[in-house]
């Protein structure tokens, strides 16, 4: 099965929480920003309520929408095109806790979050989105390890979401704050490299 397939098929739970992973797992681009603390956010905190309980509904999309402005104003400031895609999936929060805006969004940002790893794997400019779309429907070929680490990883997280009764969340934020750790390690090679 695809990734395609497999957001095609997950509930508006499991979209929600599968967006908000991808979310969480690209904050660390926006610690190169100056001033990031003084605006309030905290990027291994922010988005952990929204992720502790994906209850859904309106009032915790509500919650959400308030940290992606947050994120989005970090995201104006930061240095380099990848804190852009960090703005992009907290800019493409949906207005309404409904399936096919979740489902929407949870293809957005699984694309921004893998374009990220792609980056920093060091792929040739050009053709990233095409190459991301390939990944995303099962041709791997020559992809870098971050990328096929990324892509492992929400296969994985998707897989514990489906039927969940609660324990999967649990370790399905392991999941994410792991991915976290390898892209803050990437990100941060990189502006030792660049800087």
């Not at 947050?70 to 990848?82: D, I, M, Y």
């Not at 990944?135 to 390890?145: S, V």
Request: proline share 3%; charged share 25%.
């Amino acid at each position: 099965m695809t990734l395609v397939e497999l957001i095609g098929r997950a509930d508006e739970r499991s979209l929600a929480a599968s967006a908000v992973a991808c979310l969480d797992r690209c904050l660390p681009l926006l610690e190169y920003v100056e001033g990031a603390e003084r605006i309030g956010l905290d990027t291994d905190e922010a988005l952990r309520p929204l992720w502790v309980a994906v209850e859904g509904g309106d009032a915790w999309l509500g919650r959400l929408r308030r940290v992606a402005t947050v994120v989005e104003r970090v995201a104006g400031a930061a240095p380099g095109e990848l804190a852009g895609f960090a703005s992009r999936m907290a800019a493409a929060v949906p207005a309404a806790y409904d399936e096919l805006a979740l489902r929407a969004w949870a293809e957005d940002c699984s694309a921004a979050v893998l374009e990220v790893h792609l980056r920093l794997d060091g792929a040739a400019p050009g053709g990233h989105q095409a190459r991301v779309k390939a990944y995303r429907n099962g041709e791997t070929d020559g992809i870098g390890p971050l990328t096929a680490g990324e892509l492992r990883r929400q296969f994985q997280l998707l897989d514990m979401l489906s039927g969940d009764s609660g324990g999967g969340l649990n370790h399905a934020l392991q999941l994410s704050n792991e991915g976290k750790r390898v892209l803050r390690a990437a990100a941060s090679r990189r502006a030792r490299s660049s800087g």
